[in-house]
């Protein structure tokens, strides 16, 4: 089984073929373009939070500098790491969001809060000196596995810090809960750039660490988020009241007596990364759930989650798409490739879930998006499932059609420097070449 990269520069696709930019994407940009983009370096508030293959902020700025208004509502369905967020604060509009993930909504209300520097520096160092006295905290975080991810003293180190940060307001909670993220994760024995958890042959030698190293890792964190956070406020300008948490933290059924004027997301990618796998330890060590079982119970949060009862998995779903049912089928049957026992048909499931997921999130937008309004999303163009391609973009846009959404415009990105250290099978379940960047148009109620 080979690493690569989920996002894999397209060697298929002649370079002439592309519009090469730099900077910003032009708001002038031909219809269904295929463009290469030499990206400008981003704020560093982009960059604060654990998110694997995040969203690029040059997306949503083109789609309020081409349609946005500064007075505009964005929706923001699939939060993540905040990058729509941040850009609809950057144009003066305001943006509704959510997330199912707890790390996700714990990055966001982070990035969307007023942080004081001066303060936080007088209780990190309150924590630290805290910490360092402690000699033997209480044991107060257990999970599968921890033993083997987490040595002794780290251990330790994580447990004092955390009893600290209990110990400071409830408001600035937030970010030092954020640093202590970073630092579960860099003090565990996976190795740099491993995105999920697992035990594997070929990994370098973990280092001993000490203690100290944990403090250390804190502390190195800590300056540089609130050097991301000092730029961020800086160029904000005081406006973050603009950004409003909702309550509902699932995108299938949005709840609540709201309108927006667009969306703007990049919905999951299907069967692409596993969020949940590749955020446990931080799950755990911030408490953020309450034991292994409440863990897995955020899988049934997913759009097109993988956590299928049996009895489900079994039957053959049927969506109405003719095309689409079709590939589901090509899956539960293996015709381009048999997988190990039952996994075509969970896989068939997956997919059949996934846009299932999808066609009830687009009416709930539907039906919250003001007369005229907008849903821009990018998402992989294709995705290879048992040796099945799925073009996920496409349909998505038709299913989007049908429920009354007008398509209006449409380009292509080539996705390039988003490795993923994940352990593929490269035989049946393929890279994403592009992002394809879909604008749609509520043009009926």
Same mark, same amino acid.
């Given at each position: 089984?080979?690493?690569?990269?989920?996002?894999?520069?397209?060697?298929?696709?002649?370079?002439?073929?592309?519009?090469?930019?730099?900077?910003?994407?032009?708001?002038?940009?031909?219809?269904?373009?295929?463009?290469?983009?030499?990206?400008?370096?981003?704020?560093?508030?982009?960059?604060?939070?654990?998110?694997?293959?995040?969203?690029?902020?040059?997306?949503?700025?083109?789609?309020?500098?081409?349609?946005?208004?500064?007075?505009?509502?964005?929706?923001?369905?699939?939060?993540?790491?905040?990058?729509?967020?941040?850009?609809?604060?950057?144009?003066?509009?305001?943006?509704?969001?959510?997330?199912?993930?707890?790390?996700?909504?714990?990055?966001?209300?982070?990035?969307?809060?007023?942080?004081?520097?001066?303060?936080?520096?007088?209780?990190?160092?309150?924590?630290?000196?805290?910490?360092?006295?402690?000699?033997?905290?209480?044991?107060?975080?257990?999970?599968?596995?921890?033993?083997?991810?987490?040595?002794?003293?780290?251990?330790?180190?994580?447990?004092?810090?955390?009893?600290?940060?209990?110990?400071?307001?409830?408001?600035?909670?937030?970010?030092?809960?954020?640093?202590?993220?970073?630092?579960?994760?860099?003090?565990?024995?996976?190795?740099?750039?491993?995105?999920?958890?697992?035990?594997?042959?070929?990994? #370098?030698?973990?280092?001993?660490?000490?203690?100290?190293? *944990? !403090?250390? %890792? &804190?502390? =190195?964190?800590?300056?540089?988020? +609130?050097?991301?956070?000092?730029?961020?406020?800086?160029?904000?300008?005081?406006?973050?009241?603009?950004?409003?948490?909702?309550?509902?933290?699932?995108?299938?059924?949005?709840?609540?007596?709201?309108?927006?004027?667009?969306?703007?997301?990049?919905?999951?990618?299907?069967?692409?990364?596993?969020?949940?796998?590749?955020?446990?330890?931080?799950?755990?060590?911030?408490?953020?759930?309450?034991?292994?079982?409440?863990?897995?119970?955020?899988?049934?949060?997913?759009?097109?989650?993988?956590?299928?009862?049996?009895?489900?998995?079994?039957?053959?779903?049927?969506?109405?798409?003719?095309?689409?049912?079709?590939?589901?089928?090509?899956?539960?049957?293996?015709?381009?490739?048999?997988?190990? #026992?039952?996994?075509?048909?969970?896989?068939?499931?997956? *997919? !059949?879930? %996934? &846009?299932? =997921?999808?066609?009830?999130?687009? +009416?709930?937008?539907?039906?919250?998006?003001?007369?005229?309004?907008?849903?821009?999303?990018?998402?992989?163009?294709?995705?290879?499932?048992?040796?099945?391609?799925?073009?996920?973009?496409?349909?998505?846009?038709?299913?989007?059609?049908?429920?009354?959404?007008?398509?209006?415009?449409?380009?292509?990105?080539?996705?390039?420097?988003?490795?993923?250290?994940?352990?593929?099978?490269?035989?049946?379940?393929?890279?994403?070449?592009?992002?394809?960047?879909?604008?749609?148009?509520?043009?009926?109620?």
């Amino acid at each position: 089984m080979k690493q690569l990269s989920l996002f894999e520069t397209d060697n298929t696709t002649p370079q002439s073929s592309y519009l090469h930019l730099e900077g910003d994407i032009p708001i002038d940009l031909p219809e269904n373009a295929l463009i290469s983009l030499q990206r400008k370096p981003p704020l560093k508030i982009h960059s604060l939070g654990f998110q694997p293959a995040k969203s690029i902020p040059e997306i949503p700025h083109w789609f309020l500098s081409k349609y946005g208004t500064e007075k505009c509502k964005i929706l923001e369905p699939f939060a993540g790491s905040g990058t729509t967020i941040i850009e609809t604060l950057l144009q003066g509009a305001s943006v509704y969001w959510l997330d199912y993930h707890p790390l996700s909504r714990l990055i966001c209300r982070v990035k969307t809060h007023i942080y004081y520097i001066a303060e936080i520096l007088d209780y990190t160092e309150q924590i630290l000196q805290n910490a360092y006295a402690i000699k033997y905290p209480l044991e107060t975080v257990n999970f599968a596995n921890k033993d083997f991810w987490f040595q002794k003293p780290v251990q330790t180190g994580l447990e004092s810090l955390r009893a600290q940060i209990f110990q400071v307001p409830e408001a600035i909670q937030p970010l030092f809960w954020l640093v202590f993220a970073s630092t579960v994760r860099k003090t565990s024995d996976m190795n740099d750039g491993m995105i999920l958890a697992a035990k594997r042959a070929n990994v #370098k030698e973990i280092p001993q660490r000490s203690r100290e190293d *944990v !403090y250390r %890792y &804190f502390k =190195d964190y800590l300056d540089k988020a +609130l050097e991301a956070i000092g730029e961020w406020q800086f160029v904000l300008n005081n406006s973050l009241q603009n950004a409003i948490e909702l309550k509902s933290t699932t995108a299938v059924n949005l709840t609540g007596d709201w309108h927006c004027d667009a969306v703007i997301t990049s919905p999951p990618y299907i069967n692409a990364i596993d969020y949940v796998w590749a955020s446990k330890f931080e799950l755990h060590w911030l408490g953020l759930v309450s034991n292994d079982r409440a863990r897995l119970d955020l899988y049934t949060q997913e759009i097109g989650t993988e956590r299928i009862p049996r009895k489900d998995y079994c039957q053959l779903g049927k969506t109405g798409n003719y095309y689409l049912d079709d590939l589901i089928y090509d899956i539960y049957y293996g015709t381009q490739y048999k997988a190990s #026992k039952g996994q075509n048909k969970l896989r068939a499931r997956v *997919v !059949y879930k %996934y &846009f299932m =997921d999808m066609k009830a999130h687009f +009416l709930s937008c539907f039906n919250h998006l003001n007369l005229g309004g907008y849903y821009c999303f990018a998402i992989g163009d294709i995705s290879k499932i048992c040796g099945v391609e799925i073009p996920v973009a496409k349909l998505l846009t038709e299913i989007a059609e049908e429920i009354g959404f007008a398509k209006i415009f449409q380009f292509d990105l080539l996705l390039k420097n988003r490795r993923l250290n994940l352990p593929r099978n490269v035989s049946w379940a393929g890279t994403i070449k592009h992002d394809t960047v879909v604008v749609l148009q509520k043009i009926k109620t």
